[in-house]
């Protein structure tokens, strides 16, 4: 990310060579003059599109209100639009380039004040109809225009902190309005460290150059956010607990405040709360794997003993059960993070698989244990909690004995997926925006056919494409339920059915989903051909194998013919359903 | 990296469409993107990378390459003072 105002000029002037058939459009609306905050975001919006090129729209200075008016009323569909409201646009008096607030009467400007942010929670609400929408709440300092000292509290500047909150109330409500927690800001900027009298006096522009690049930072996180890490592996001596478990016994360990060692009972509550949202916890540990079960079966810990798997204890290097656990639970290293408190651990890790985010777990020290996980927040932190985050621990343990069924011998496989009792249901989702469907798209690897992502409003334009199609695929079996798993979606061509987006979830490898709903659209559709928009990535090497088992290659563009897919497609024993 | 080199670095990220080498005889009369905006974009830019304050009322007198570069060459020497 820039660190400079230069640095970002030079990102934004390198990717604006980026294809131009692949543009997410953004509008950034203030009352101010945009100028080097602008800037600062557009390149930001480079850096975390990569390889799409980014435009950035702006609206009048000096009349934000009516800016998003004009948008609502004369502008294009954006992929986002990001505004930022200051003090001065709720109300001219409470900026410094206006005079008049050092003498209004405190009532006047609170009942204007409150009827400013109704008319902005109109048009907020509007738009993020159309599109998402990040909204900044003011986050510069207040005029002192009180008259009481400003240590007191007094009952204007609480109207307007109580009109704020209503404000920001109603905007968080709205699923498609991402609001920036403009506290954040003060870990890095005080007040008086990001307004620039200056600045704002000479060019309209209110923020310290230092204040908007931190402030940018957080504005297109929020516009493009960087997606969460799906799982965690953790060492358990001195970080799970406090204690050697070889030398100090299941007993002698502890994670309680009595024994000085509550951040570690804090650390396992944290972990817990992380695997109730879906994501995966791990164990890789030097320890006896008879004692580390022992321990869990004697004391009652925090963490739960079920919400983690696999817990690999033992005595191979640590980057070793690192891998294991990698490819047990199907996730690439750079979507894990590794926790362990031997910096000789961590620094063993780190070289064994680089991609992963690796941290020294800081034993002894409360406050930088707190600091650690802020950061883990951070970095697993979800906009929301689907019912497929729940079922997440739970088909990846059954995913394992597929996998192992899958070893053991070809005969052996197939009894096991006709017992298994394979159930796949498949939702036409036509004209229909399913989160899930879009959160499939836009963070899964390994099948995908072409690793193309989609900004919600790219998404909606796919949905509702006149002849087109959108599938979701909801799988269960013995084990119990995957829910929605796959979202395969085209447009039909007189005969042919073009696949333009096919994304599997890897929690659902090994059950021969992808043939059963490529057999689905077959009948459903009544089709003679499937063509794939298939493109090869660095990750989409199992949906290549998926092709190859079809004999579906590059010299037949892709394409496969009815007739030859049921030869070629293995015995199915799902039974599907359709829903509407 | 030289004063010169830095400051054509500075003005070739503000002035993205001109070529490095013309980049020394950009005045504002011969350079018509050279706005209200550009300056303070500039001069940001200026005082980011070289931690120097160029005092707003002089803004106007800096209408060409050479002349932010004498101004920048003096306040740089005042700061390592």
Redesign the interface.
Known sequence: MPD???EA??I??QY?QNDETNVFRCGFFCGS?P??LK?MVHANLCVALKDRRVELSEGMYGDLLGSLLRELTEGVSLDCIIVVIEWEDLDPRLGLRAQAGWLSPYEDMLSSFRSKCALFLRYLKALAERMPVVVSLPSLPLLPLHFSVRRQANDWKAGIKKEIALFAMELVAVSTIRMLDVDILSEEASFFDRYSA?SDL??G?PYT?DFAIIFARHLAALAVPPRPLKGIIVDLDDTLWKGILGEDGAEGVTWDLEHGSHMHGVFQLFLQSLAKTGVLIAVASKNDPVRVEELFKKRSMLLERNAFFPLMAGWEVKSHSVQKILLMWNVHADAVAFVDDSPLEVEEVRKGVPELRCFLFPKQKPGAILKLIFELRDLFGKEFVSHEDALRLESIKHGAEITEQLASSEEGYEDFLREIKPKLTLFNQAGVFDKRAFELINKTNQFNMNGLRCSEHEWKTVVERESGFVFVASYEDKFGPLGKIAVIAGHCDKKRFVVTHWVMSCRAFGRRIEYCMLAFLFKKLSIEKVCFHYIPTDRNGPFKEFLTTLECSEKNSWDIQRDIFMERAPILYHDVEEEI | MKIKERLI??FA??F?EREEKTIPFLEVGNTKEWD??AF??LM??V???FSIEIP?GELEQMNSFEKFLQKVELLVKEVEK
Request: charged share 15%.
């Open positions: 400079s105002l230069l000029l030079e934004i002037k604006s003059t100028l080097s800037s200056e000479a060019y522009f150059l | 670095r500075c990220a503000v993205s209200s905006l303070v974009m940001n830019v005082q980011q990378e707003i």
